[in-house]
């Protein structure tokens, strides 16, 4: 069946919203992946049907979050619309600093969200943040080279039989690393990686009395287990790598393995950018047997600042960008293995897209990510790979540094937790949690 843009739109809940009010130019802030480069490319049909232009700021991901917590934080007003995630959002919505949600279009269905984004960017049932697209994190594996090392991905491994897999698919000599993964500063890029990984070991960023945890060999040997198998069969200088230079890898044929969000499963897959597209397989991102996966939960969400003065042309927006309708355009132009994953039921209840290889371990996936228990032993805090408390960022950013400076061999595994034990501890004392 032919679809055209214009009766795809008309489905979308953007026909519901009104042009009647005067034409505003919104700017927003958002992040450098695919999916929001790709949503930037049908932003004329946004102007096409209100009226409104949009000028774009985009950023590398450490950068988007120091320049929009900036800009939040001292009501610097620079945006009409960012791109923020599930740990500022309940944060913000609770300081005051983000545009309620409500009052969107019974077109928009904000029912069909998945529940645990809904949840994650909501504070006291109130929606601060629409999900553009929802995410956990997966093991992206080389079928090919799998094969040839005479092993079987399974559906969930281990991190052990990882491990295995990648010294075994490591061809120095050909420039193929057995396994790629985060090791960039930052909470949200290499912090990230290593907090899901130590959550699969039994780690913990504090005890249920906010005493910080990393001189407890959980960490420890979270920590050596990654740095030793990163020397075996990572790429050089992984101490870099975050998502962007990780996928520019995997799609150069250049890595056995690849953990990371389940949203680049579009990329790898697509024959336009990735080499290996017609070779990659998928399975859940691995356990040690404790009971916990080292999976996150996320999504990259637009949100209204509340200094706006453009509020109801940025709801507009909103509706645009995370509608059925918007999944529909990219679909009927890109195929549905290129829509927007993760944000929405509808999309995994329609038949088109089960078809695409990895739409059930996504699912799959973030169903498996608990943010209300993400660790073996209880915590009092909520969230799976960043702490929901104000000063994680900052500590986390902090800790990561110093976890970075052991993947570049400038410190050792002991050196780096002891400092972040320090740090963390100095940093919530300051704070009065202890």
């Keep these: 069946m032919i679809y055209t843009v214009s009766r795809l739109m008309g489905a979308c809940a953007v026909a519901a919203l009104s042009t009647a009010a005067a034409a505003e130019t919104l700017t927003i802030a958002t992040v450098n992946n695919g999916d929001m480069i790709r949503m930037q490319g049908y932003t004329d ?58 009052g969107l279009s019974a077109e928009y269905n904000v029912d069909d969200i998945l529940p645990a984004m809904r949840g994650g960017l909501s504070h006291d049932g109130t929606l601060y943040a629409a999900p553009f697209y929802g995410e956990s994190s997966m093991v992206m594996y080389r079928t090919d080279l799998m094969e040839a090392a005479g092993m079987e991905m399974p559906k969930a491994p281990t991190w052990d039989f990882i491990r295995e897999a990648a010294a075994a698919m490591t061809d120095r000599d050909n420039e193929i690393n057995g396994i790629c993964l985060r090791g960039k500063a930052g909470w949200g890029e290499g912090g990230a990686f290593i907090t899901v990984t130590a959550n699969s070991f039994g780690a913990r960023w504090f005890d249920e009395d906010w005493n910080a945890q990393f001189d407890q060999p959980e960490w420890a040997n979270a920590l050596k287990f990654f740095v030793g198998m990163m020397e075996e069969s990572g790429p050089p200088g992984y101490a870099t790598n975050g998502f962007n230079e990780n996928l520019s890898l995997f799609q150069q044929g250049k890595c056995g393995m690849w953990i990371d969000a389940t949203v680049a499963a579009s990329f790898v897959t697509n024959p336009d950018d990735s080499t290996v597209a017609d070779k990659v397989g998928f399975a859940l991102a691995p356990d040690t047997g404790l009971g916990k996966r080292s999976n996150w939960l996320w999504a990259w969400a637009l949100a209204i600042p509340a200094g706006t003065q453009k509020a109801d042309a940025a709801k507009e927006f909103i509706e645009w960008a995370t509608s059925t309708g918007y999944i529909e355009l990219v679909a009927a132009n890109e195929g549905w293995a290129n829509v927007p994953p993760g944000a929405r039921q509808s999309l995994y209840d329609n038949p088109e897209y089960q078809k695409v290889p990895f739409a059930q371990m996504t699912l799959d996936s973030i169903n498996a990510a608990n ?10 805090y909520v969230g799976v790979q960043f702490v929901a408390i104000p000063e994680f960022a900052g500590i986390a950013t902090e800790v990561s540094q110093e976890f970075s400076a052991v993947y570049a061999g400038q410190q050792s595994v002991e050196e780096a937790l002891e400092k972040a034990q320090a740090l963390t501890n100095d940093a919530m004392e300051a704070a009065g949690y202890r």
């Design 45 to 102: 049909d946004f102007t096409e049907k209100t009226g409104h232009t949009v000028e774009w700021v985009t950023l590398e991901e450490n950068v988007l979050r120091q320049r929009v917590t900036t800009d939040i934080s001292t009501k610097g007003g620079a945006f009409d619309i960012m791109t923020i995630g599930m740990y500022e959002t309940p944060i913000w919505g609770a300081n005051g600093w983000l545009v309620p949600l409500d």
């Design 371 to 380: 943010p209300n228990e993400p660790t073996v032993k209880p915590v009092p």
